[in-house]
């Protein structure tokens, strides 16, 4: 996950957008308008590459995705190629499987702890960075570009090897603080140990982003406003609550739904740490989708799976991009 | 504003530790590399590396298919980028400086298309590229890799245009350009830094894809290197050194590539601030 280079996203944070995306200078309109007469044509036949990559290469894939969760897909009809139509049934099948609801139960928990814990550290990181002097923010800043440009599959093993059963160097320190149980630990041997390594994994690689945005953020606010609170008689905590906070609400709302998108939807990090594991017990929605259509063979039923992660996906996301057009309308 | 003593040190006490927190990881990672197995798997750590090997970083490239993988992620990686940014261009500079109709709906299309889950729709791709007996290849890799970058392609590139004054583009044109040399001679060289940011996000996100070349392709001389690294722990058998040194191998192109990105949008974010 892509998670570093999720990091990429300018749609979210109103202050890089404005900062790398220029809005384009108002006379253009004009200018433009009077040669589109001339090539109507143009623009559209600019953007037919891009088009057609998107309906070719994400579009048929998400409705291949729609026509495999109404068949029957095992290995038989894999190997002999056929198609056979079977209704609900794939639907009807995960619906009703207690397995199903449980790894729903499990996604959702945990993509909540993660983004709690993101955007809780990443403020107060984001807030610590405004307050700091300027070397020291520097340094700081070192440390999370470091963790942030991490490539996942890297930093899991190196988290793999942190929490190492034996010769780990987790476990030597808290046995060296005097929980002497956890020196042999096997931290990929029960769920919920599992899914701390793997949340403190991503929370470790996802906070950057949060902090080092929400610290841009925190420079865009207008110095005056500080003053004129101060004028006003606010102490320290209520210039916080009245100046600092609402400047910062839309961030704090959009970065809040990027983080539950990204999440929710992490694969590489849940499946390289442990394949799901222990006993299937760390598999969240897309992992589940992965293991019942690929590994399992039942490929109706894991698309079937996969189309209703993608469908909660939709609509978070359509949630997020409304709010992230409502804030820069003036941009478009 | 005066501070008391506690209040100026706890925020540099707790930016330490911190930063400690956020840097430890990578440090041990380097520090394992370099380590001699003797010093790694010991009782008490070794904080500092003090014999340096170069053993490890021995093994992880003399292990089976090395240099094929790196070619094959270097191939993959590359050719996505180009032609997502090709392809970019093109679309970009409609957005930026064409007014038509659908603009707007397009614009939220591509920002749609940007968080595609991808990790979810690997069934459906592999069905896919099954169908057209494409498995084990580096073409649909490659394709649909340039899919995964193109919509932030798109729409970072179309701030990069926008940015350039109209007016250089016009009086080009004043002076006998067409538009589409205006564009060669004006506007390309000025986008150079803007191609540089843009496809360096798109190598660190196809240098790093992990969920389709683990569903597409099995074989072992067509994988990419993130693949090979989450199976060289097992096939090396806890071989920590070994494992690091490989990790370290992988990370180092992007870390480098990234602080000297990051670098460049921090301080356009501070110039923003101050151009308002």
Known sequence: ?332 | MKRSLIGRIWPNATAVVLFVGFVFPVYWMFATAFKPTGDIITDDPVWFPTDVTFEHFKKAVNADNFWTLVLNSVTVTVSSVVISLVIALFAAFALARMRFKGRRGLIVTFMLAQMAPWEVMIIAIYMIVRDSDMLDSLIPLTVFYTMMVLPLTILTLRGYVAAVPKELEESAMVDGCTRAQAFRKVIFPLLAPGLMATSLFGFITAWNEFPLVLILNKANEKQTLPLWLSQFQTAFGDDWGATMAASSLFALPILILFIFLQRKAVSGLTDGAVKG
């Open chain 1, 1 to 332: 996950m892509s998670v570093q280079t999720e990091g990429t996203d300018t749609a979210g944070k109103p202050a890089v957008r404005k900062a790398r995306v220029p809005a384009p200078p108002r006379g253009a309109d004009g200018a433009s308008r009077a040669s589109s007469r001339r090539g109507a044509g143009v623009p559209y036949l600019l953007l037919l590459p891009a088009l057609l990559a998107t309906v070719i290469l994400l579009g048929w894939p998400l409705v291949k995705n729609g026509m495999l969760s109404f068949q029957n897909l095992n290995p038989r009809q894999l190997i002999q190629h056929l198609t056979e139509w079977n209704g609900f049934a794939n639907y009807r099948e995960v619906l009703t499987e207690a397995e199903f609801w449980h790894v729903v139960e499990r996604s959702v928990f945990f993509t909540a702890a993660n983004v709690v814990l993101i955007m809780g550290a990443g403020t107060l990181i984001g807030l610590l960075l405004a307050r700091l002097g300027k070397k020291m923010r520097l340094t700081l800043l070192v440390g999370l570009v470091l963790a942030w440009a991490m490539p996942v599959v890297a930093a899991t093993t190196v988290y793999q090897w942190l929490f190492a059963q034996r010769f780990g160097v987790v476990n030597w320190v808290l046995d060296k603080l005097g929980w002497h149980s956890m020196a042999d630990h096997n931290w990929l041997e029960t769920q919920f140990s599992t899914f701390a390594v793997v949340t403190l994994l991503i929370v470790w690689m996802s906070v950057p982003f949060v902090a080092i945005n929400l610290y841009a953020a925190t420079t865009t606010i207008p110095r005056e406003l500080y003053e004129a609170a101060s004028l006003d008689g606010a102490g320290a905590w209520k210039s916080f609550t009245s100046v600092t906070l609402p400047f910062l609400r839309p961030f704090l709302y959009s970065t809040t739904f990027l983080e539950v998108i990204w999440v929710f939807k992490s694969f590489t990090q849940i499946f390289a740490m442990n394949e799901g594991g222990p006993d299937h017990l760390t598999e969240t929605l897309p992992i589940y989708a992965y293991v019942q259509g690929v590994g399992n063979q039942h490929f109706g039923v894991g698309a079937a799976i996969s189309f209703l992660t993608i469908l909660a996906l939709l609509i978070i996301t359509s949630y997020y991009l409304r709010m992230v057009l409502k804030q820069e309308e003036d941009e478009l």
